[in-house]
């Protein structure tokens, strides 16, 4: 069992930056996969980044080049630095562990946070 909680969301103008951080508890942090997604109100939620345990990242094509995942296995956090924010960035930004393989999909993860809300005024 994994308990995630995501902190650092906020209000933010378009070219600023935010830094998302998950906080995990319970199992043993290390060996699971962790991914950030995101969420607006009456659409799915959608892949934004992952890392897996060894350290190979994935980033969905919309954030390359202004996101980055970042993970403290003896904090047993998993951070997402976004720069160059974007008024499309705005989202409840959800942290997920999966002890599967690296996955960009919301069925390859098993726990999920309750979502920090990212808001990017134009």
């Known amino acids: 069992q994994v308990q995630l909680v995501e902190s650092g969301g906020g209000l933010v103008q378009a070219g600023g930056s935010l830094r998302l951080s998950c906080a995990a508890s319970g199992s043993t942090f290390s060996v699971y996969v962790m991914g950030w997604f995101r969420q607006v109100p009456g659409k799915e939620r959608t892949f934004v980044a992952a890392?897996?345990?060894?350290?190979?990242?994935m980033y969905a094509d919309s954030v390359k080049g202004r996101f980055t995942i970042s993970r403290d296995n003896a904090k047993r956090t998993v951070d997402l630095q976004m720069n160059s924010l974007k008024p499309e960035d705005t989202a409840v930004y959800s942290c997920?562990?999966?002890?599967?393989?690296?996955?960009?999909?919301?069925?390859?993860?098993?726990?999920w946070g309750q979502g920090t809300q990212v808001t990017v005024s134009s």
């Open positions: 890392i897996s345990a060894s350290g190979s990242i």
């Open positions: 997920a562990a999966s002890w599967l393989g690296i996955s960009t999909t919301v069925d390859g993860y098993r726990y």
